[in-house]
């Protein structure tokens, strides 16, 4: 591992280095890592283009399967702008709560759009005219996980109102593997507003690791190929409470 820059923002713990190996993969690849080692974001450096990550991957193709002519998209939560990047041809607008992760993106990562604004991502959508994306993400992440005040009933509320009709909202979110009390109180809250939901996790070995989740929700039902979900598979997840701010 070669650090190339270190640093503590007044959001996150935040650190940048080059790698040969990620996960189980050799190759050559640099990466934005938050407190608690999380990593944000990576980069093929051999091939600047290819989405590295499972769960972007799994996000795109939800999006290209649900609706292949979409437009708009909303993006809370920038990381090193995977996202972004590969939907540079859509109309998308961006929050970023730290400014300084903006800067790493483009300082270190190539990143090349304009369309990104510092501040709170709740906030910020607020601002946006109703009914105006087919897609809402919200991919943001403390030390401390997912932000309350964007996993709440009042924020679904804002989301669905920014949302076309037929419009869906997805979350990168991260939980205990097996029955997590947080993860399963977001799927609950999001089904107080939402006619469809469906949860996907990448497996893990153990009911104690940390498993990524995308939940995804909308008002039409939701189609998916297993196969182009890169890894993600169909989880039921069980009662919980719902979130008040």
Excluded: W
């Excluded at 935040?14 to 938050?34: A, I, S, W």
């Excluded at 369309?115 to 009914?131: A, F, I, K, N, T």
């Excluded at 998916?224 to 719902?242: C, D, I, K, S």
């Amino acid at each position: 591992m070669r650090v190339l820059y270190r640093n503590k923002s007044e959001q996150h713990e935040l650190k940048v280095y080059d790698t040969k190996r990620l996960y189980e993969e050799q190759g050559h690849f640099r990466v934005l890592e938050f407190s608690n080692e999380a990593v944000q974001g990576a980069m093929d450096l051999s091939r600047p283009e290819r989405i590295v990550l499972e769960y972007p991957r799994a996000m795109v193709h939800l999006m290209e399967r649900n609706a292949s002519n979409y437009e708009s998209v909303y993006i809370i939560g920038h990381g090193i702008g995977t996202l972004p990047t590969y939907l540079s041809k859509k109309q998308v607008k961006v929050a970023e709560l730290d400014e300084e992760v903006l800067e790493i993106s483009r300082t270190f990562f190539n990143y090349a759009g304009n369309d990104v604004s510092v501040g709170d991502g709740r906030d910020l959508l607020q601002q946006e005219p109703s009914g105006a994306y087919d897609y809402i993400v919200v991919d943001a992440f403390t030390a401390e996980g997912t932000p309350k005040q964007l996993i709440s009933i009042p924020f679904f509320k804002i989301v669905k109102e920014k949302l076309r009709t037929d419009g869906m909202v997805m979350l990168n979110v991260f939980g205990r593997a097996g029955n997590d009390q947080l993860v399963n109180a977001i799927h609950t809250t999001l089904c107080e507003l939402f006619e469809y939901t469906r949860s996907f996790a990448l497996p893990v070995e153990t009911e104690d690791e940390q498993q990524n989740r995308i939940l995804v929700a909308s008002d039409q039902p939701i189609a998916f190929q297993t196969r182009h979900m890169a890894g993600f598979v169909e989880q039921e997840l069980g009662e919980g409470y719902v979130i008040q701010d």
